[in-house]
């Protein structure tokens, strides 16, 4: 492994369990917003929209961190991009209607997991990549799950939440299974 290939992976190590420790934050307040929530809130709102936000800023710090280019910049790109708009439409739509905030992160969900799965098949030589094909394979089934249920008036906050809590124990183990591939390099 080159010296920059290791510092890309320590660089992914300390971001995959940045996002763990702000996915799981967010969860626990979303599951506390959700469970008083029948109607749209400025809380529901604000978190609905940090959530692709955070995404999005993620997504360019890992981009940031690669200067070798190993991932797809096109895609990258249209992650960043996606869940930007994303942020936008989910706090106009959840001022609106819980289920149409849920339909349309179920559409972001589809959209986001597709990139999420084809960077991971392209950063498999950094590792700790399994749990990322997993996620981004995931992301794309619960996302289809997410639009149906929007689409018959079902307002799922807290099912919102416990696919964030998912992907935070995916992000989790990508950061273990990197901890361990760079022990064994400093070794």
């Given at each position: 492994?080159?010296?920059?290939?290791?510092?890309?992976?320590?660089?992914?190590?300390?971001?995959?369990?940045?996002?763990?420790?702000?996915?799981?934050?967010?969860?626990?307040?979303?599951?506390?917003?959700?469970?008083?929530?029948?109607?749209?809130s400025i809380l529901l709102t604000a978190l609905l929209v940090i959530f692709p936000a955070f995404d999005a800023g993620a997504?360019?710090?890992?981009?940031?961190?690669?200067?070798?280019?190993?991932?797809?910049?096109?895609?990258?790109?249209?992650?960043?991009?996606?869940?930007?708009?994303?942020?936008?439409?989910?706090?106009?739509?959840?001022?609106?209607?819980?289920?149409?905030?849920?339909?349309?992160?179920?559409?972001?969900?589809?959209?986001?997991?597709?990139?999420?799965?084809?960077?991971?098949?392209?950063?498999?030589?950094?590792?700790?990549?399994?749990?990322?094909?997993?996620?981004?394979?995931?992301?794309?089934?619960?996302?289809?799950?997410?639009?149906?249920?929007?689409?018959?008036?079902r307002a799922m906050m807290a099912g919102v939440a416990g696919y964030a809590t998912l992907g935070a124990v995916f992000f989790?183990?990508?950061?273990?299974?990197?901890?361990?591939?760079?022990?064994?390099?400093?070794?």
């Amino acid at each position: 492994m080159s010296i920059t290939s290791s510092d890309y992976s320590r660089k992914l190590h300390n971001l995959y369990f940045a996002r763990f420790a702000v996915a799981i934050i967010w969860v626990g307040l979303m599951l506390a917003a959700a469970a008083r929530a029948t109607e749209p809130s400025i809380l529901l709102t604000a978190l609905l929209v940090i959530f692709p936000a955070f995404d999005a800023g993620a997504v360019l710090w890992q981009m940031r961190a690669d200067p070798a280019g190993r991932g797809s910049w096109a895609v990258q790109k249209a992650a960043i991009a996606l869940s930007s708009v994303v942020a936008i439409a989910l706090g106009i739509a959840s001022s609106i209607s819980l289920p149409a905030a849920v339909a349309l992160w179920g559409v972001w969900a589809i959209a986001s997991g597709v990139p999420q799965l084809l960077t991971a098949i392209r950063n498999r030589g950094a590792g700790g990549q399994i749990a990322q094909v997993l996620s981004g394979g995931i992301s794309v089934l619960a996302g289809g799950g997410f639009l149906y249920q929007g689409l018959l008036g079902r307002a799922m906050m807290a099912g919102v939440a416990g696919y964030a809590t998912l992907g935070a124990v995916f992000f989790l183990v990508s950061a273990i299974v990197l901890s361990a591939k760079l022990r064994k390099v400093s070794v």
